[in-house]
């Protein structure tokens, strides 16, 4: 079992960046995928991005090009840089986890999450 505990939101302008983290309890981190989602106000959850054990990655068409993620396995973080950022960024972003081999960008194959940062963009 993991916990997961993100930090680094906050509001930006519009241009910004932030960088979110994620930090994981537990010794088997490695054993993880991670991804980040996302929650406006009245919308669905949405896929971000997801980094495989490997370190392989996948991005969310909306992100590709801004945001990157990446992973520390010997300091048990995930990390979301976000970078050029615009109003419709602006949600709370979360970090799941799932013990697994390859990427997973559906919301229902993580067991584990993270409470939320808020991200705001203002324009």
């Known amino acids: 079992q993991v916990q997961l505990v993100e930090s680094g939101g906050g509001l930006v302008q519009a241009g910004g960046s932030l960088r979110l983290s994620c930090a994981a309890s537990?010794?088997?981190?490695?054993?993880?995928?991670m991804g980040w989602f996302r929650q406006a106000p009245g919308k669905e959850r949405e896929f971000v991005a997801s980094?495989?054990?490997?370190?392989?990655?996948y991005y969310a068409d909306s992100v590709k090009g801004r945001f990157t993620i990446s992973r520390d396995n010997a300091k048990n973080t995930v990390s979301l840089q976000m970078n050029s950022l615009n109003p419709e960024d602006s949600a709370v972003y979360y970090c799941?986890?799932?013990?697994?081999?390859?990427?997973?960008?559906?919301?229902?194959?993580?067991?584990?999450w993270g409470q939320g940062t808020q991200v705001s963009v203002s324009s």
């Open positions: 980094i495989s054990r490997s370190a392989n990655t």
């Open positions: 537990g010794r088997t981190f490695s054993s993880y995928a």
């Open positions: 799941a986890a799932v013990i697994g081999l390859g990427l997973f960008i559906r919301s229902s194959q993580y067991g584990y």
